[in-house]
C-alpha cells in the first residue's frame, strides 16, 4: 500500500479550506442535500457552463446499491 505524504496532506487541506472558504454555501448545500435529500429514486444532476459557454450535463437516479455504499460512507465519518 502506498504511504501518504505529511506535506501533501497539508498542502491538500489548506488548498481545501481556501476553496470553502471562497465558496461558504458548498457546504450548508453538502449538508442538506446528505440529510434531507438522498434517498432511492432521487436523482442527482450535475451541470458545468465553461467561461465560453459550452455546457455538459449528467444525471442519474440513486439505486439500493447506491443507498448502501452511501450508508457506509457516513459509517466511516463517525
Known amino acids: 500500500m502506498a504511504s501518504v ?3 501533501k496532506l497539508l498542502q491538500a487541506k489548506a488548498a ?3 476553496f470553502l472558504q471562497a465558496h461558504p454555501k ?3 448545500f453538502f449538508k442538506a442535500v ?4 438522498l434517498e432511492e429514486g432521487t436523482v442527482l444532476e450535475c ?3 465553461t ?4 455546457r455538459y450535463a449528467a444525471n442519474f437516479k440513486l439505486t439500493r446499491q447506491d443507498m448502501e ?3 457506509e460512507l457516513k459509517e ?3
Open 16 to 18: 481545501l479550506d481556501q
Open 5 to 7: 505524504n505529511p506535506m
Open 76 to 78: 466511516w465519518k463517525e
Open 34 to 37: 446528505g440529510e434531507n435529500a
Open 47 to 49: 451541470n458545468v457552463t
Open 26 to 28: 458548498l457546504p450548508q
Open 51 to 54: 467561461a465560453d459557454g459550452r
Open 69 to 71: 455504499l452511501i450508508k
